[in-house]
């Protein structure tokens, strides 16, 4: 009889600590005793009574063997890989973009990038799609992304790609810089019983938002952008503002608060708004305010303190700490993450305006990653379907032996590829620190409900 390796430990006090194990699902709240008896059970036994050792065999924290164990992960991996599963899929009208935000993944892609499908091309994208929702027998839904997806050139195309999906009874999102969509009002308004949601991104009050997101020529796009969420607003389209955070601006979050506030979104039905980590998945350091995902929880629970604050910005865009969070706010069990994001295990599909298919919007254009092509017939690539969808943590020998894995996903398959040169190698990426940062927000609720 040993103690699980997924069991992870957070000390509330000298006489609680919080278990979950990632494996199982379970959270409970232990005193002194049953913790130490957990460090040593074996040198324990006698120490603590039958029946507690029994509901901790039950409950996962105490497992028979490391074979046992192994036998159970195997278990519950296959029940994820057979649940039923959503397909995404994304697709670029172009990789070009009318901005030059500060922080852009995209970079030169987005500069150079002159290639735009055409109506034909359009109409084989669906054709593909029409093969793969026959062949994984999955609810899929459409997501439009780009480059910048909303732009003058790109209308004819997108007017397309609402007349197909409607034709396939799916549903579109579509993630916009906002620029042009007033040209693209009339469209949208007419086809919003497809549209789930426009994610639009404003950084901030304006003497920020206009350092990071601007035209080529310099010039701030805060003026449209606050004007195309009034719009989508107005036709009662819901609208998801992201604010990608980091040291630059993170302070001017109450500011933005006011600017909601002053506009009338935060009391409308269709208004969101997602706090985003400005991410460096590739580690190039080549920006001057990243913030670690743990530091930028740390500061962002510390804007919480204001209630209105927690009520109007979320923070479902941080996934490893949505996940706990989920657990441990709603009280359901722990659901093990065994990949990082959709572009493993066969989610996600993104298809560009060169012809290719892709896993990640991170890799797109770069077709040494990509997964297919849907010109001029669909056409999978075996050997890159299967290096990206058999990514996850049985897949690393690193994660299968870490008590946090099943929170984390084993990280960023395209920060992998960057990183270390190997899709199946993990990248952590603080996320302990992250989960802890967390636990140290919720402290005294926990220390309440050990001591209620």
Same mark, same amino acid.
């Given at each position: 009889?040993?103690?699980?390796? =997924?069991?992870?430990?957070?000390? *509330?006090?000298? $006489?609680? /600590?919080?278990?979950?194990? /990632?494996?199982?699902?379970?959270?409970?709240?232990?005193?002194?005793?049953?913790?130490?008896?957990?460090?040593?059970?074996?040198?324990?036994? %006698?120490?603590?009574?039958?029946? &507690?050792?029994?509901?901790?065999?039950?409950?996962?924290?105490?497992?028979?063997?490391?074979?046992?164990?192994?036998?159970?992960?195997?278990?519950? +991996?296959?029940?994820?890989?057979?649940?039923?599963?959503?397909?995404?899929?994304?697709?670029?009208?172009?990789?070009?973009?009318?901005?030059?935000? /500060?922080?852009? #993944?995209?970079?030169?892609?987005?500069?150079?990038?002159?290639?735009? &499908?055409?109506? +034909?091309?359009?109409?084989?994208?669906?054709?593909?799609?029409?093969?793969? &929702?026959?062949? @994984?027998?999955?609810?899929?839904? *459409?997501?439009?992304?780009?480059?910048?997806?909303?732009?003058?050139?790109?209308?004819?195309?997108? $007017?397309?790609?609402?007349?197909?999906?409607?034709?396939?009874?799916?549903?579109?999102?579509?993630?916009?810089?906002?620029?042009?969509?007033?040209?693209?009002?009339?469209?949208?308004? +007419?086809?919003?019983?497809?549209?789930?949601?426009?994610?639009? /991104?404003?950084?901030?009050?304006?003497?920020?938002?206009?350092?990071?997101?601007?035209?080529?020529?310099?010039?701030?796009? @805060?003026?449209?952008?606050?004007?195309?969420?009034?719009?989508?607003?107005?036709?009662?389209?819901?609208?998801?503002?992201?604010?990608?955070?980091?040291?630059?601006?993170?302070?001017?979050?109450?500011e933005l608060y006011s600017e909601?506030?002053?506009?009338?979104?935060?009391?409308?039905?269709?208004?969101?708004?997602?706090?985003?980590?400005?991410?460096?998945?590739?580690?190039?350091?080549?920006?001057? =305010?990243?913030?670690?995902?743990?530091?930028?929880?740390?500061?962002?629970?510390?804007? @919480?303190?204001?209630?209105?604050?927690?009520?109007?910005?979320?923070?479902?865009?941080?996934?490893?700490?949505?996940?706990?969070?989920?657990?441990?706010?709603?009280?359901?069990?722990?659901?093990?993450? @065994?990949?990082?994001?959709?572009?493993?295990?066969?989610?996600?599909?993104?298809?560009?305006?060169?012809?290719?298919?892709?896993?990640?919007?991170?890799?797109?254009?770069?077709?040494?990653?990509?997964?297919?092509? #849907?010109?001029?017939?669909?056409?999978?690539?075996? $050997?890159?379907v299967k290096l990206w969808n %058999?990514?996850?943590?049985? !897949?690393?020998?690193?994660?299968?032996?870490?008590?946090?894995?099943?929170?984390?996903?084993?990280?960023?398959?395209?920060? !992998?590829? +960057?990183?270390?040169?190997?899709?199946?190698?993990?990248?952590?990426?603080?996320?302990?620190?992250?989960?802890?940062?967390?636990?140290?927000?919720?402290?005294?609720?926990?220390?309440?409900?050990?001591?209620?």
């Amino acid at each position: 009889m040993k103690t699980s390796k =997924y069991v992870l430990s957070y000390q *509330i006090s000298e $006489e609680s /600590t919080l278990l979950i194990n /990632t494996l199982t699902g379970a959270v409970d709240l232990v005193d002194s005793q049953v913790y130490r008896f957990l460090q040593s059970p074996d040198l324990g036994q %006698g120490r603590i009574d039958r029946s &507690m050792i029994e509901r901790l065999k039950k409950r996962g924290y105490l497992v028979e063997s490391d074979a046992a164990e192994e036998a159970r992960l195997q278990m519950v +991996a296959d029940t994820f890989k057979n649940s039923k599963k959503r397909l995404s899929f994304t697709i670029c009208p172009t990789y070009s973009c009318n901005l030059r935000c /500060t922080y852009c #993944f995209e970079g030169e892609l987005t500069h150079n990038g002159k290639a735009f &499908m055409n109506t +034909a091309d359009v109409g084989l994208v669906f054709q593909a799609i029409d093969e793969l &929702m026959q062949t @994984f027998g999955r609810e899929s839904t *459409i997501e439009l992304f780009g480059g910048e997806p909303l732009l003058p050139k790109t209308k004819p195309l997108v $007017e397309k790609i609402f007349k197909e999906t409607a034709k396939r009874s799916l549903t579109i999102g579509i993630v916009t810089n906002g620029t042009y969509l007033d040209k693209f009002s009339d469209l949208l308004n +007419a086809n919003r019983d497809l549209i789930r949601s426009v994610q639009i /991104t404003l950084d901030g009050p304006q003497s920020v938002h206009d350092l990071r997101r601007k035209y080529a020529d310099g010039k701030g796009t @805060f003026a449209s952008t606050r004007s195309a969420i009034d719009t989508l607003l107005k036709i009662q389209i819901n609208t998801a503002v992201r604010v990608n955070v980091d040291r630059q601006n993170i302070d001017l979050v109450p500011e933005l608060y006011s600017e909601f506030i002053k506009n009338g979104w935060v009391d409308n039905p269709h208004f969101l708004c997602n706090l985003s980590p400005v991410r460096d998945h590739a580690q190039k350091g080549n920006y001057d =305010y990243f913030l670690s995902e743990d530091k930028l929880v740390s500061e962002v629970f510390r804007l @919480f303190e204001n209630p209105a604050y927690k009520k109007v910005f979320q923070l479902n865009m941080l996934r490893n700490l949505a996940h706990i969070r989920s657990v441990l706010e709603s009280g359901r069990p722990v659901q093990p993450m @065994f990949h990082y994001c959709e572009a493993n295990n066969l989610e996600s599909m993104v298809f560009g305006p060169d012809g290719y298919i892709y896993a990640c919007t991170e890799v797109m254009g770069d077709k040494e990653h990509a997964i297919g092509e #849907f010109r001029p017939t669909l056409k999978m690539y075996d $050997e890159a379907v299967k290096l990206w969808n %058999g990514r996850n943590v049985l !897949a690393m020998g690193e994660c299968k032996e870490c008590d946090i894995a099943l929170l984390c996903g084993g990280g960023c398959a395209y920060s !992998a590829l +960057a990183v270390n040169g190997d899709i199946n190698k993990p990248v952590c990426n603080r996320v302990r620190e992250t989960i802890l940062a967390y636990l140290d927000y919720i402290r005294d609720d926990l220390a309440a409900e050990a001591s209620g």
